[in-house]
Structures are given as C-alpha cells and as structure tokens.
C-alpha cells in the first residue's frame, strides 16, 4: 500500500527566510514521487518529480527536493521565500498508474 | 502543451439532482481520474480509468458514478446529488507508464443546495 504524510497543514516563513515543506512517504516498491502547488481556485501544477537517478531534485520557482529513502522522505526546500509562494503545496506518490496525495501544506508568506 | 479541460470551474445544483462533470484531455494519455478535494483531505481518487470503457474505484466512489466512452472524454456523474457532495472536484491524466506526472484540469467547485 501507498500513503504520503504531510507534517504541518499550515507553514507560515517571511519573505526571504527558508522554506521547508515536509512530506514522508510508504511505498512497497521504489516510489516515483511528486510535489505539486494549487493557487487559489486552480487545479495542480507539477513543481517537481523523483523517479530515479540523482536524489536531490530541482523544480521550478527555485524549489528543490531531496529522496532519502533511508528516511523515507521527499521534503520540499526553497532557499529564499518570495510572496508568490503562497500557495497549497502537495505531496504525492504513484506506482504506474494511480497517484496517491497528502493533505496538504498551505504556505503562508509574511512580508 | 498537455491540456485538460473541466467543462465549468462552478456549478449549483439541487439536492436530488442528477449531475454530470464533464473532463477532456488533449494529449492521448490512457490514464483518467477523478479526485475531490476537501480542507485537510487531501485530494481523494473517487474513480480512475485506464482505457476507454474501462474503470475502477478509488477510495471513496459511493454516490458516483464515471462514463468514459471515448479516449479524451472522462465525465463524472452523481446519480442523486447531496450537499455533503459538496466539493472541489479535479480530473486529471497521465500518459499510464511509470516515470510521468499526472496533469489536472482547473477543477469544479460543485455547490450542493
């Protein structure tokens, strides 16, 4: 069976400062993991993606994610928070044809 | 670009109605789901299809039914609609091999009176 863990439903950074999402994963076989941000009324965009090969994985908007499976996680980074960030930001995991999502994380960005 | 189209981003509707939200996919993909999301849930799969006429329930199918008639076209139905349908519903496709993402409509935000 398959299951993403979103630690933290609502994470709150100031403009500039890190940007740490959390996301732990299950998965009985190598896992193909995904991070994805919803704006307001709109549907997913893929920010980034693991399948194999190197682990620490770049994006787009400057975020980046590292697969430790050892740890069994997929967190999301971001060097330098800017105000667009804001955003519901979401985890998932598949196993070929079926995506499995987290609850969530709704990044809020002070200025 | 991979594009997928919900027919309206919001509906009203009436208790007991019968309603039909419809997704359609440009880029050939096998792969269709239907997903509501709900604060704090998450997003979950209520159907998912893998070729025409051809389907399988997510995790939380009662009340729904799906119709996938044609390779593009993936159309959610509630039979007798609830306000506890009440929702953000996304329809999403993928190519069906392993290393590739899923791609979502804009979603339907279905207001159940």
């Known amino acids: 069976a398959q299951s993403v863990t979103q630690l933290g439903s609502h994470v709150s950074v100031s403009e500039g400062a890190l940007v740490l999402l959390r996301c732990n994963y299950s998965?009985?076989?190598?896992?193909?993991l995904f991070w994805y941000v919803q704006y307001p009324n709109q549907g997913l965009q893929l920010l980034l993606k693991y399948t194999t090969g190197a682990t620490l994985v770049k994006g787009i908007n400057g975020f980046e994610a590292e697969f430790k499976k050892s740890e069994t996680s997929f967190h999301l980074t971001k060097p330098s928070a800017h105000m667009s960030d804001a955003a519901e930001y979401f985890c998932?995991?598949?196993?070929?044809?079926?995506?499995?999502f987290g609850s969530g994380t709704k990044l809020n960005v002070k200025p | 670009d991979v594009k997928v189209t919900q027919s309206s981003r919001y509906l009203v509707k009436r208790t007991g109605e019968k309603v039909f939200l419809e997704c359609v996919q440009d880029?050939?993909?096998?792969?269709m789901f239907w997903y509501r999301q709900d604060p704090g849930l998450g997003l979950r799969l209520i159907y998912f299809s893998y070729d025409v006429k051809m389907k399988e329930k997510g995790d939380i199918p009662e009340g729904y039914s799906v119709s996938r008639e044609k390779k593009e076209r993936f159309s959610l139905i509630l039979e007798s609609a609830s306000t506890n349908q009440t929702s953000m519903y996304l329809c999403a496709s993928s190519p069906g091999y392993a290393n590739t993402e899923a791609f979502f409509g804009q979603g339907t935000r279905l207001t159940v009176v």
């Open positions: 880029m050939d993909h096998e792969n």
């Open positions: 998932a995991v598949s196993n070929f044809n079926k995506f499995y």
């Open positions: 998965s009985s076989v190598p896992p193909y």
